[in-house]
């Protein structure tokens, strides 16, 4: 590959149309279900170049060639239906909700075998890749916020003869490159941090590897999982300030994290050093955790994350989550608000709960 420019470069000058005289500096919402015969486009099913200012953007920055999806689990299911009947697919046991129920689903019809690693024993998952056809990891964990070493994993895993496949919604490709750390495909919920402003659902694939392109280029055509028009353009339009939003938000969870674990209240913070999550455990348990998500104003308590909102809630309120989830896990996500402002709403919260 070419040396690519910088991330902040990248977020704000990929995808835009030719610099000619009255061009729109940035692609404009295409609304086309069909295109005039002998292009490339054809049909709204098959491309449009609102989607592809988007997969231009994502797929510079990631380092491989995008296609975008209604939504992050069109992205997860159309990696997984990648695999082949009566394989074994390597998963985390903590990852994101609804990657987890689809591969029980797939298993429970016989479909797939799904064996589950803790990703901190890098080890331990290492050896679980035998024989396995696809390694799923996610890296910081949605909600327990573990760290998995992506590189040892990822050479263990293709030693093994397994391809890698990395949710990197969390990190971003501002913080982390899966495919340069030799990951064969990224998957992201574009919802979160990529569109940012809790307006859009939509979601991606990215992969260097033509066969792989092709396969789920195929699957989007044929199933029509596909992206709205408008949706991509809110995407592209949120990514433009990513970085801006990922260095600010990082730097206001650090230091929430820092305050947090000193405050009477709180029996634990999980914060990798990375990214713009953080999650807590109380003095005072689940009870206490409950109380705190109905005593803040700016915090707000809502489920979905990476918003220039700061949101929060208690994750085993879901029932499907894990049970190795601790019960009073609250996990934060910081949005752009001043960070001294957030502390002070969170601590008036934490002190409320008088435990
Ligand atoms: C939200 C999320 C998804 C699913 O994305 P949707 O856009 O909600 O379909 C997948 N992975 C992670 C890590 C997520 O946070």
Redo the contacts with the bound molecule.
């Keep these: 590959m070419t040396e690519r420019l910088s991330p902040a470069t990248i977020a704000v000058a990929a995808g835009r149309p030719a610099q000619e005289p009255d061009a729109p500096l940035n692609a404009p919402v295409t609304l086309a279900s069909v295109f005039v015969a002998g292009g490339e486009r054809e049909y709204g099913r098959y491309a449009n170049p609102t989607w592809e200012a988007f997969e231009t953007v994502l797929g510079e920055l990631e380092g491989g060639r995008a296609l975008a999806y209604a939504?992050?689990?069109?992205?997860?299911s159309t990696v997984l239906d990648l695999v082949a009947p009566g394989a074994t697919v390597v998963a985390p046991q903590h990852?994101?909700l609804?990657?987890l129920h689809l591969l029980a689903t797939k298993e429970r019809r016989g479909e797939v075998t799904v064996r589950q690693v803790d990703l901190t024993d890098t080890a331990a998952t290492v050896a679980a890749c035998d024989d396995a056809a696809l390694v799923w990891l996610?890296s910081p964990t949605?909600p327990m916020l573990e760290v998995a070493d992506l590189p040892a994993i990822i050479e263990g895993a293709h030693a093994a003869g397994a391809r890698v496949v990395v949710?990197n919604?969390?990190a971003t490709p501002i913080l982390q490159q899966p495919l340069d750390l030799g990951a064969d495909v990224v998957?992201?919920?574009?919802?979160?941090l990529l569109s940012g402003h809790a307006d859009v659902?939509?979601?991606a694939i990215v992969t260097r590897d033509p066969e792989i392109y092709q396969a789920v280029d195929e699957q989007r055509r044929m199933k029509g999982a596909i992206a709205g028009p408008m949706e991509a353009w809110l995407a592209t339009r949120g990514m433009r300030t990513l970085h801006l939003r990922v260095d600010y938000a990082q730097r206001s969870a650090a230091f929430l994290a820092e305050q947090l674990a000193s405050h009477p209240e709180v029996r634990s913070v999980r914060f990798p050093g990375y990214g713009t999550m953080v999650a807590i455990q109380f003095a005072g348990g689940s009870a206490a955790a409950d109380k705190l998500t109905g005593a803040t104003s700016i915090w707000v308590h809502a489920t979905?994350?990476?918003g220039v909102e700061s949101t929060f809630e208690r994750r085993r309120r879901w029932s499907s989550e894990p049970s190795t989830v601790p019960d009073d896990l609250v996990r934060l996500s910081v949005g752009v608000e001043d960070m001294h402002d957030l502390w002070a709403d969170l601590r008036q919260a934490l002190d409320s709960l008088g435990s």
């Design positions: 939504s992050g689990m069109a992205a997860v990852a994101y609804g990657t996610e949605n949710d919604t969390f998957v992201h919920s574009a919802t979160k659902l939509l979601g979905s994350l990476g």
